[in-house]
C-alpha cells in the first residue's frame, strides 16, 4: 500500500509539473499566440502522460481520484485503499505545482485568478472524464493493458482540443491548478463546479464499463484477490 501511495503521488506531482510547467513555458515562449500555447501544453502533457504511466503502472498509475472511484466501485480496490491513493493524489498534484512555481523563478503558490465557469464548461468536464475513464477501462478490458498509456496521452492531447475546458479530467489536478496564477491555472472559486462535472462524468462511466462489459465486476474481485495482480489500472475485466 505504501509502494502504491508514493507512486500516485510522485506520479500526479509529475504530472501537474508538467502541465503547469509546460503552460508557464508556452506563455513565455509563444506570448502573442494562445492558439500556440495550448497546442505545447497539450503535447507535453499527453507525452509526460505517457512516460509516466509506463514507468509506474507495475505499481499503481492512475493519478485520479475519478479513476480510483471507479476501481474501488468496481470492487479493484478497498475503501481504505482507494482513500489512501486519493490522498496521495491530492497532496502529489499540490506539490507538482508548487514545484512548476519554483522552476520558473514564481512565488511556490500564488493562487490563480482564471475563472472557469459556465454551462460549457461543466458539460466539457463531464464529457471529458467520461472519455477518459472509458478509454482507460476499455483498453485494460480488452487485453491491451500495456498500451493504456499510449491511449491515455492521446486522448488527453485530443481532449484538450475537442473540449472547451482543455479537459481537466481529474479533480486532484484540478485543485493542483489553483496554486498558480498562469496560463493552466484555475480560480479556487471555479473548482467545485468542475469537480462536480468530474463525478458525473466518472459516475456515467462507470455505468458505461458495467453495461458494456457486463462481468466486470465479477473478474474485477477475482483480480483483486489475486497477490500479483498489478494496477492501473488493476484490470477490472
Known amino acids: 500500500?505504501?509502494?502504491?501511495?508514493?507512486?500516485e503521488l510522485v506520479g500526479t506531482a509529475f504530472l501537474v509539473a508538467a502541465v503547469v510547467g509546460s503552460g508557464i513555458a508556452?506563455?513565455?515562449?509563444?506570448?502573442?499566440?494562445?492558439?500556440?500555447?495550448?497546442?505545447?501544453?497539450?503535447?507535453?502533457?499527453?507525452?509526460?502522460?505517457?512516460?509516466?504511466?509506463?514507468?509506474?503502472q507495475p505499481v499503481s498509475?492512475?493519478?485520479?481520484?475519478?479513476?480510483?472511484?471507479?476501481?474501488?466501485?468496481?470492487?479493484?480496490?478497498?475503501?481504505?485503499?482507494?482513500?489512501?491513493?486519493?490522498?496521495?493524489?491530492?497532496?502529489?498534484?499540490?506539490l507538482g505545482a508548487i514545484v512548476a512555481n519554483l522552476m520558473f523563478g514564481l512565488?511556490?503558490?500564488?493562487?490563480?485568478?482564471h475563472v472557469r465557469a459556465g454551462g460549457g464548461l461543466w458539460l466539457s468536464e463531464?464529457?471529458?472524464t467520461l472519455g477518459l475513464v472509458v478509454v482507460i477501462f476499455g483498453v485494460v478490458r480488452s487485453g491491451r493493458g500495456p498500451l493504456a498509456a499510449f491511449a491515455v496521452g492521446?486522448?488527453?492531447?485530443?481532449?484538450?482540443?475537442?473540449t472547451s475546458s482543455t479537459s481537466f479530467a481529474n479533480p486532484a489536478v484540478t485543485v493542483a491548478r489553483t496554486l498558480s496564477d498562469t496560463?493552466?491555472?484555475?480560480?479556487?472559486?471555479?473548482?467545485a463546479g468542475f469537480v462536480?462535472?468530474?463525478?458525473?462524468?466518472?459516475?456515467?462511466?462507470?455505468?458505461l464499463v458495467r453495461l458494456l462489459y457486463p462481468d466486470a465486476a465479477a473478474v474485477a474481485a477475482q483480480i483483486a484477490a489475486e497477490p500479483s495482480a498489478q494496477p492501473l489500472v488493476r484490470e477490472p475485466s
Not at 62 to 88: C, D, K, M, S, W
Open 107 to 113: 512565488s511556490a503558490v500564488s493562487p490563480s485568478g
Open 183 to 191: 496560463f493552466a491555472g484555475i480560480a479556487p472559486a471555479s473548482v
Open 196 to 207: 462536480v462535472a468530474q463525478g458525473a462524468g466518472g459516475a456515467l462511466a462507470y455505468g
Open 26 to 56: 508556452a506563455q513565455r515562449l509563444s506570448p502573442d499566440d494562445v492558439g500556440l500555447q495550448l497546442l505545447e501544453n497539450s503535447l507535453i502533457t499527453g507525452a509526460a502522460l505517457v512516460a509516466l504511466i509506463l514507468a509506474l
Open 154 to 162: 492521446g486522448y488527453i492531447t485530443a481532449a484538450y482540443w475537442f
Open 61 to 94: 498509475a492512475a493519478f485520479n481520484p475519478v479513476v480510483t472511484l471507479v476501481e474501488r466501485a468496481l470492487g479493484v480496490l478497498g475503501t481504505a485503499e482507494a482513500a489512501a491513493l486519493i490522498a496521495a493524489q491530492v497532496v502529489g498534484g499540490a
Open 126 to 128: 463531464v464529457v471529458a
Open 1 to 7: 500500500m505504501i509502494r502504491r501511495a508514493v507512486a
